[in-house]
């Protein structure tokens, strides 16, 4: 079984700030997908940014990173030079690997964590 | 940008009656999901449908669900006989091949039943 956890249900900056938001998981998979969706008001949720586990290099978007451990199981998501259009629903998502086995290509998502930019 | 489209935005239906809730996918994808968030919890995988049947359902998805791809363009969710727990916001997902990275959400729909 694999299991997302996000500990940080509500978290704010203020603009042009840096932000870290934090996920663990479990998996019993060497090789796996890791993901954070960005789901703004207007509901739509999004692809933020995308790490393969096979690559030790942190994946960047942008203003957006990633510090991932995967001895520890952690996947941070670091958000530099916030906007106020980054307020949103913030989801770390796992999955299994690319030829899953008998896990197929759901996605497992945390909790969240409300992200409030402020002016 | 294509997108993937859900109606309606909010349904409320009273206890026992059926649900559809409708989605349509963006229209080169093969791969269809749904999820469900139930308020203040995780938000959790329904199913998978590829080439007109399912391919992978979670242990939520009993009896009472189905799913459908009646006319090539929608994919629908139908709850027969609903229940005060179904109530929860209902996403739909697609993704051109099973192995693509990025599955392109819908904005939900809420169902309330009461």
């Known amino acids: 079984a694999q299991t997302v956890t996000q500990s940080q249900p509500e978290m704010s900056v203020q603009e042009a700030e840096t932000v870290t938001l934090s996920c663990t998981y479990d998996?019993?998979?060497?090789?796996?997908?890791l993901f954070w969706y960005k789901q703004p008001p207007s509901r739509q949720m999004i692809l933020v940014i995308r790490?393969?586990?096979?690559?030790?290099q942190n994946a960047t978007e942008n203003r957006f990173s990633v510090n991932f451990q995967k001895a520890a199981k952690s996947f941070s998501l670091k958000i530099s030079d916030s906007q106020l259009g980054d307020t949103a629903m913030y989801f770390c998502?796992?999955?299994?690997?690319?030829?899953?086995?008998?896990?197929?290509?759901?996605?497992?998502f945390g909790e969240g964590t409300q992200l409030t930019v402020n002016p | 940008e294509p997108e993937v489209t859900q109606t309606p935005s909010h349904q409320v239906t009273q206890m026992g009656q059926e649900v559809i809730l409708r989605c349509v996918p963006i229209?080169?994808?093969?791969?269809f999901y749904w999820y469900r968030q139930i308020l203040g919890q995780k938000v959790e995988f329904l199913v998978s449908?590829?080439?007109?049947?399912?391919?992978?359902k979670s242990e939520i998805f009993d009896d009472q669900f189905s799913v459908e791809r009646p006319d090539g363009s929608n994919f629908t969710l139908k709850i027969r006989s609903t229940k005060l727990e179904d109530s929860a916001m209902y996403f739909c997902?697609?993704?051109?091949?099973?192995?693509?990275?990025?599955?392109?959400f819908g904005p939900g729909t809420r169902l309330t039943v009461t």
């Open positions: 449908f590829y080439n007109n049947e399912i391919s992978e």
């Open positions: 229209s080169n994808h093969l791969y």
């Open positions: 997902a697609s993704t051109w091949g099973r192995n693509s990275y990025e599955q392109y």
């Open positions: 790490q393969e586990a096979y690559k030790q």
């Open positions: 998502a796992l999955r299994p690997p690319k030829d899953g086995e008998t896990s197929g290509s759901r996605l497992t």
């Open positions: 998996t019993s998979e060497s090789n796996y997908y």
